[in-house]
């Protein structure tokens, strides 16, 4: 599934307008999807919180789940469930949101392994009960966190929080400062969100040193670099505007600072070119990200800057 990087093609059969009409996430829905000629029974389910309220969305968050002997010799070999990230609303602005998470996905790839892989499909949704007329969409795969461990040489946990101490430093440094510079406080490597396991918008892994853990981020869409319509500041952080950038990384961390620093300044035209060189993204969109990057690696680049915004900010 993630060894390529060439969007899919596959129909997704199901009981959509039931689902999008009750948006409840113990029920089930059973469906197929279709791909190549072949069909592969699913069974499909809800995510999310905010995004299943009819105000705030349109179209649901979805996850699916595969026989995984069913889905032998196909692209789906190995997949138990995959969760799919879909648009929030039909027009092209919520196309824009969608894609420019999945290459904030694709940008964190560029900078550390400890980043879930993603798949872009152009999925046409079929609904069973013939309710909703079909449609064909950009969305995309993200892949499970037991394999995403695996490949980092850890295994995934289920714990209700940890404290700072035991969070793998050099890694929870980069990915803090990665999430400043795309503006994103909606995450927490330690607590857990008001209901659910640790961590909110975020995953542990164990390793890669004794009794430590590796946060594994996931869910951009609040950030300031896609500064999507839906998203809502903090006030518990006093931000205003989802585009202001607050440090969220902790003390203890510092030290681990400067080779992330360093880190995310040498990537920086390669993290710049993810989104200027789609192919996908309107060009005002793009333009956007650009400058929004660019200032952010300003802060970044700049000593006294750094010092003021980042290290002296920490908690």
């Known amino acids: 599934m993630f060894a390529d990087d060439s969007p899919l093609a596959i129909t997704l ?40 309220n009819r105000e705030v969305c349109a179209f649901l968050p979805l996850r699916l789940n595969f026989d995984k002997k069913g889905v032998a010799n196909s692209v789906f070999e190995g997949q ?3 969760k799919l990230v879909v648009r929030c609303r039909a027009d092209s602005r919520h196309a824009d949101y969608l894609r420019s998470e999945f290459l904030i996905y694709k940008a964190l790839n560029l900078l550390t392994p400890l980043s879930y ?23 995309f795969f993200v892949e499970r966190l037991g394999r995403l461990a695996k490949r980092n040489g850890g295994e995934s946990v289920a714990v209700e929080k940890i404290e700072v101490a ?13 999430q400043f510079l795309i503006a994103n406080p909606d995450y927490s490597m330690i607590s857990p969100p008001p209901s659910g396991e640790c961590c909110h918008n975020a ?17 951009f869409d609040s950030s300031g670099a896609i500064s999507a319509k839906y998203a809502v500041s903090s006030a518990v952080l006093k931000i205003d505007k989802v585009t ?27 993290l710049i070119a993810v989104s200027s060189d789609d ?8 333009a956007r990200i650009m400058r929004f990057l660019q200032t952010g690696f300003e802060i970044l680049a700049d000593d006294r800057t750094f010092e003021r915004k980042v290290v002296g900010a920490c908690r």
């Open 13 to 52: 059969v199901a009981t959509l307008s039931q689902a999008r009409s009750e948006r409840d996430k113990k029920t089930v829905y059973p469906g197929e999807v279709r791909w190549q000629g072949s069909t592969f029974p699913v069974e499909v389910t809800l995510r999310g919180n905010r995004r299943l």
């Open 80 to 82: 138990t469930d995959l």
């Open 117 to 139: 892989s993603v798949r872009w499909v152009d999925v046409t949704y079929a609904d069973s009960d013939k309710r909703m007329e079909d449609r064909t969409e950009g969305a």
């Open 166 to 178: 035991q969070l793998d430093a050099p890694a929870a440094a980069l990915l803090n400062l990665f």
């Open 203 to 219: 995953k542990l892994v164990t390793g890669p040193n004794p009794n430590t853990y590796t946060p594994m981020i996931y869910d």
């Open 244 to 270: 202001e950038r607050v440090y969220m990384g902790y003390c203890e961390q510092n030290g681990d600072l400067p080779n992330a620093r360093a880190q995310l300044l040498a990537l920086r035209a390669q």
């Open 279 to 286: 192919t996908f993204l309107s060009q005002a969109k793009k």
